[in-house]
């Protein structure tokens, strides 16, 4: 992309097009990433509201997504949706990026709606560096909240409540029994739960299952998290889901726990920026240290002493940028 200002400019006027072509310039990262980012750094617009929805794989993550969008959209809020290397259904399995649509038919509404998937999970701290910048360039165009949905799984799971100011968990009944072993991790992350399919058996047990775990944990920030039953595919619920994420940005403002979290969203990513931009110049190195490797190979010189060369090496090689 050679003209980022003009990109950008056309995605501020409402071109959806010009908005998916910014939006990958963000992901990509390059220099014109780098330009973009300073561009938005000027317009200074006010941050949107990140609500991170996460659970495991086909709990209803983008059913409930998409009936929030519907009911955000009937309260004239501008809402956009980052799927993080979805299955289903905004794309049906494939990473379509701009094309992608919502699973049902089109909607009057969706003009205050984008849509896009992100494919950086693979990639070493991916998700902490695509994420915040194309939050930025969303909210820069009017979007908020954006909505961040992950697979939850391990790493990935953590690293998207790091990235949100509210994170919806979302698990099914009979979840308990499948995941035992990570319940204290779900509960670690979860500003709201949402019980979904709660139109099968199990659901009460499943909410009765939360808040008994809720009641013996600690909610040092003076947040309990509510369990809400939701049925994704009737829209059951889903009003009281976006009260609850409503609720949980008022309590963040009031206790000023808002900007900790965005303190600590900022630290992550300027780490993970350092940590890739360190990680680079270290393999650059090695490629060109044949003769300190073989040293180490034939025994000259030990691996703890070559790795000591190699960050002196670091330290004094200018950054090639
Ligand atoms: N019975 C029932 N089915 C539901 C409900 N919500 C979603 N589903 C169905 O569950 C399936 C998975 O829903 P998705 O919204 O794609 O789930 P997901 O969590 O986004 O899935 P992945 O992104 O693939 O992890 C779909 O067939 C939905 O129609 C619900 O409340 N009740
Ligand atoms: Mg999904």
Known sequence: VSDVGGLFERAARGDRRALGRVLTVAERDGD???ELAT????????????VGVTGAPGAGKSTLTGGLLDALAAAGRRTAVLAVDPSSPFTGGAILGDRIRMDRPTRPSDDATFIRSLASRGQHGGLSIAVPAMVRALEAVGYDPVIVETV????????????ADTTIVVVTPGWGDAIQANKAGVLEIADVFAVNKSDRPGALDAVRD??????????ADGWRP???????????????????????????????????????????????????????????????????????????VTAIEAAHQVVAQVRTTNDPR
């Open 32 to 34: 014109a990433g780098a």
């Open 226 to 300: 509510p369990v809400h039953c939701t049925i994704g595919t009737d829209g059951s619920g889903v009003a009281d889901l976006l009260g609850a994420i409503d609720a949980h940005g008022a309590h963040l403002d009031a206790t000023g726990a808002r900007g900790e979290r965005r303190r600590l969203r900022e630290r992550a990513e300027v780490r993970a920026r350092a940590e890739r931009a360190l990680l680079a110049r270290i393999d650059a190195t090695l490629d060109d240290a044949e003769e300190l490797l073989a040293g180490v190979e034939q025994r000259q």
């Open 152 to 163: 939850g799984v391990g790493q990935i799971e953590l690293d998207i409540a790091a990235l």
């Open 39 to 50: 561009l938005l750094l000027e317009r200074d617009a006010s941050p949107a509201h990140i």
């Open 210 to 219: 939360l808040e008994r775990m809720l009641d013996m944990s600690t909610n």
